[in-house]
C-alpha cells in the first residue's frame, strides 16, 4: 500500500492520466484540471458542498471510477481545491526562500490564528525549491515539495481550511483538511498508527509531522501579511475578472496571476528550518541571562496601544537574534553519517 496522505493512489493516478499530463504535479496539470472541474462545478454555483456534490455527479454520469474515488479525503481535497483555484481566477504566491523560511519559524497564537482569512477562497503558494522536502519510502528518496495549494472551504456554518502539498518530482503528496483555523498549526495529523497500518499499511512519520506544522504556519503569516506585502507581478495580475471563472489567454488556456510576497529579511532560517524538518532540532532557543547569541522565532502579536486608525491588526515581529551583540552565536554540532 501506498503512504497515507503522502502517495498517489490508483485512482489518483487516473485522476492524473485523464488530463494526459505526467504522472507528477505541474503547474500546468493543475491549471488543466481546475478549469475542466469549474465547467460543472462553480460555473453553477458558490457554494462549497454543492460544488463538490455537482463534480461528484459529473463522474458517476461519466461512469467513471473516479467517483468512487471521491470518498477519499485525498481526492476530495484535489477536486474541490483546484476546481475552486479556478474559480478565483488561478492566483498564485510566489516568495523567495528567506521569507518563506522566516514565515515558517514564526509562531502564531490561537487569538491571533482565529481571525485569519484567506486572500482567496483558494489558491497556490510556489514553495521555494529544496526548503521543504519529504522522505520517499517506495523509492529511497527525499524529495523537493514545492506546490501547495490552500483552500478556505465553507461548511455554511463555519469555515475550515484544507491544503495539499506536492512536488514536480515526486508523486509524493501530504494533505490536511477540515481544520479550524486554530488547528493549522497542529502537528498531530489526527490519526492512529494503527488505523493507518490496518488501513492503508503505512504510517505518517515524524518528518511529515512536523511539515505539516511549518505548512500551518506559512499558511496563516501569508494570510495575515497579504495583501500589505503582496505585489501583483505578470501580465495575469493586472487583469480583473467578475469574481465567475477564469481568464484565458488567446490560445484559449487559463492565465495564472501571480503576486509576490515582498518585505525586508534581515535573518535567514533556511537552515533552522531545514534542520528541523530532519531532526525536529534547532538552534531556536532562550535564556533568562544569554551568554550567547541564539535566534528568537518570529510571532504575531497586536499592536501595544490598541488599534489605531491606520495601524495594521496584527503586527509580525521577524525571527530575530537575542543576547549581547558580540557574544558567539549559538549553535548545535550534529553527527554526519554517511551512507
Not at 4 to 16: A, R
Amino acid at each position: 500500500m501506498d503512504d497515507f496522505k503522502k502517495q498517489w493512489t490508483i485512482i489518483g493516478k487516473e485522476l492524473i492520466e485523464s488530463a494526459n499530463c505526467n504522472y507528477f504535479d505541474s503547474k500546468d496539470l493543475l491549471v488543466e484540471m481546475g478549469s475542466k472541474l469549474w465547467q460543472y462545478s462553480y460555473n453553477y454555483t458558490d457554494d462549497d458542498i454543492e460544488a463538490f456534490t455537482r463534480i461528484v455527479k459529473h463522474f458517476m454520469d461519466e461512469q467513471s471510477s473516479i467517483a468512487v474515488a471521491a470518498g477519499s479525503p485525498d481526492i476530495q481535497v484535489l477536486l474541490s481545491w483546484a476546481s475552486r483555484w479556478a474559480d478565483q481566477a488561478f492566483p498564485q504566491i510566489i516568495l523567495g526562500h528567506k521569507i518563506a523560511a522566516a514565515m515558517m519559524a514564526t509562531s502564531v497564537n490561537v487569538d491571533v490564528s482565529k481571525e485569519i482569512h484567506a486572500p482567496w477562497k483558494a489558491f497556490l503558494i510556489q514553495i521555494p525549491k529544496g526548503l521543504i522536502t519529504l522522505r520517499d519510502h517506495k523509492a529511497g528518496t527525499i524529495a523537493n515539495m514545492d506546490l501547495l495549494g490552500v483552500q478556505e472551504f465553507s461548511r455554511r456554518t463555519h469555515n475550515t481550511w484544507n491544503w495539499r502539498l506536492s512536488s514536480t518530482e515526486s508523486p509524493l503528496q501530504l494533505w490536511r483538511f477540515g481544520l479550524p483555523s486554530e488547528k493549522l498549526v497542529d502537528a498531530d495529523i489526527g490519526f492512529s498508527d494503527d488505523y493507518l497500518e490496518d488501513l492503508f499499511g503505512k504510517s505518517i512519520d515524524d518528518m511529515d509531522e512536523r511539515v505539516s506544522q511549518l505548512i500551518g504556519r506559512l499558511i496563516i503569516s501569508i494570510c495575515l501579511s497579504f495583501p500589505e506585502h503582496g505585489k501583483s507581478i505578470g501580465s495575469g495580475s493586472k487583469s480583473s475578472y467578475n469574481k465567475r471563472g477564469f481568464i484565458v489567454d488567446r490560445n484559449g488556456f487559463p492565465i495564472v496571476r501571480n503576486y509576490e510576497i515582498r518585505t525586508p529579511i534581515r535573518i535567514d532560517c533556511r537552515e533552522n528550518i531545514k534542520n528541523y524538518i530532519r531532526t525536529g532540532k534547532t538552534n531556536l532557543g532562550g535564556s533568562t541571562v544569554p551568554t550567547v547569541q541564539y535566534l528568537v522565532r518570529g510571532y504575531w502579536r497586536r499592536p501595544p496601544h490598541g488599534i489605531e486608525r491606520n495601524v495594521p491588526k496584527n503586527v509580525w515581529v521577524h525571527p530575530h537574534w537575542k543576547g549581547p551583540e558580540d557574544a558567539k552565536i549559538l549553535v548545535r554540532g550534529h553527527k554526519v553519517i554517511e551512507e
